[in-house]
Nanobody, 125 residues
Framework: QVQLVESGGGSVQDGGSLRLACEAF????????KGWFRQAPGKEREGVAV???????IYADSVKGRFTISQDKSKNTLYLQMNSLKPEDSAEYFC???????????????????WGQGTQVTVSS
């Protein structure tokens, strides 16, 4: 059983920054694909970024150059550093994990079996 707990959401102004964290508890293995998704009201959940167990990353075009996904395996924690935030980045953000060596793209909800509870990010103009 794997439990994921997000933190770090909040409200910022256009152009601001936030860092999300996702701590993992339970029976973890080193070979996990991990990712961040987001869901705005009335929209489908979409993949934001993923990271392989070896640190390889993939980003959605909408966040490239602004967001950075990283992991600290010693702390079992996944991060999402979000810079130059825009109002359209406002959403509920979720971390996710799946036991496999490499991540695929586009990241789909169906390809991840473990999810956090979500954390709200609001960017005001």
């Amino acid at each position: 059983q794997v439990q994921l707990v997000e933190s770090g959401g909040g409200s910022v102004q256009d152009g601001g920054s936030l860092r999300l964290a996702c701590e993992a508890f339970g029976n973890l293995y080193s070979t996990y694909c991990k990712g961040w998704f987001r869901q705005a009201p009335g929209k489908e959940r979409e993949g934001v970024a993923v990271i392989d167990s070896d640190g390889s990353t993939i980003y959605a075009d909408s966040v490239k150059g602004r967001f950075t996904i990283s992991q600290d395996k010693s702390k079992n924690t996944l991060y999402l550093q979000m810079n130059s935030l825009k109002p359209e980045d406002s959403a509920e953000y979720f971390c996710a994990a799946e036991f496999r060596t490499y991540c695929s793209w586009p990241a789909t909800v169906q390809s991840f079996g473990h999810w956090g509870q979500g954390t709200q990010v609001t960017v005001s103009s």
